[in-house]
């Protein structure tokens, strides 16, 4: 395909699309239903629709007994682990051989013109991004996503936390379905940004930002201190009338999900002349420029507080604004602290 119709590369081989990133209709006064019902269409497919299908896979195939699950036991504890680490490395394993090792379509669409092999750093492990990212995946965020879940599935089969069937609660289980991505996005923002305030930033997040870069295996490479908050979505399904269903769905969202921001691409081509939009470029602009997008856009946080950056050069503009007011205000701070 030919991605100049689409956006446009600077020198450097960045590709930035020509459309601005739109806020989510929902938010949009007044509400305009055709632009919503327009908008529905691309929330659901093809990312919100790949969760739900894993979420289905893993409690037919992979989720024990009820019985099972009201003791701990290293057999299907481990198992799970097992599972979860095959899985994701199955699925962010794919799009990376595909695009990043294959390179099936080049730089096309490709935000940052530079793939991470091409340019080896001395702060990731063994001086390679995608080994670096592989280890923390497995080391730090597939353990929490497994210890967090194990303690969840105890709670429910152990009656601890109240067990609802769709039969008796179908209205309550169906906005808690309806509102998984919101949560997500939500539980995200703020543990995001409590994690961007020093010293949190330099202990924490600041590994998770190595990859200015992003790929694949970036996705979900995290301190453990990072790893245990993020994952600690699922404890919502305390507090909401839930299941082990919806519980394990949450939890696809935070797992799986996170390719979306860290796929590198706008575009994936799916034949010679057809594609679909990632939506990966609000959390890339967060990578490339740090104090933008915290959140992806479901909700409108980021315009509430300043931080949205839609990818225009008026953003960027807006952005410098920002920088220059907070370092003079930094200056003073500090000539203030010398008098």
């Not at 100049?4 to 739109?22: I, Y």
């Amino acid at each position: 395909m030919d991605d100049t119709l689409f956006g446009s590369h600077n020198k450097r081989g960045d590709f930035r699309p020509n459309e601005a990133l739109k806020p989510t209709p929902l938010w949009i006064k007044p509400l305009d239903l055709k632009k919503i019902l327009q908008w529905i269409p691309g929330y659901l497919f093809p990312w919100n629709f790949l969760w739900l299908i894993s979420a289905v896979l893993y409690w037919e195939l992979v989720i024990p007994e009820k019985e099972v699950m009201q003791t701990f036991s290293w057999g299907w504890i481990f198992n799970l682990f097992l599972v979860n680490g095959l899985a994701i490395t199955a699925w962010f394993g794919v799009f990376e051989w595909q695009l990043y090792h294959r390179r099936n379509q080049g730089k096309r669409f490709k935000y940052n013109g530079l793939f991470p092999a091409e340019k080896p750093m001395e702060y990731f492990w063994f001086n390679s991004q995608n080994i670096d990212n592989y280890l923390r995946v497995i080391f730090s965020s597939v353990v929490a996503w497994t210890l967090i879940e194990v303690l969840m599935l105890w709670g429910f089969a152990n009656g601890n936390i109240p067990w609802l069937v769709f039969a008796d609660s179908p209205w309550q289980l169906a906005l808690v379905f309806l509102a998984v991505p919101f949560i997500q996005e939500a539980h995200f923002y703020c543990i995001h940004r409590l994690i961007h305030i020093e010293p949190l930033y330099k202990w924490i997040h600041s590994i998770h930002h190595n990859s200015i870069n992003p790929s694949p295996w970036s996705s979900l490479s995290m301190h453990p201190g990072e790893s245990l908050p993020y994952f600690g979505v699922a404890l919502w399904h305390l507090l909401l009338p839930s299941n082990p269903f919806l519980m394990i769905y949450q939890l696809h969202q935070a797992s799986f999900g996170a390719i979306v921001g860290h796929i590198g691409f706008d575009q994936i081509e799916i034949g010679k002349d057809s594609s679909f939009k990632t939506h990966a470029y609000p959390h890339y602009l967060h990578h490339k420029y740090f104090d933008v997008n915290y959140s992806d856009g479901l909700l409108p946080f980021d315009r509430l507080f300043g931080t949205w950056h839609d990818g225009t050069k008026e953003s960027d503009k807006a952005m410098q604004e920002r920088f220059k007011k907070r370092m003079a205000l930094n200056n003073q701070n500090v000539q203030r602290g010398t008098e």
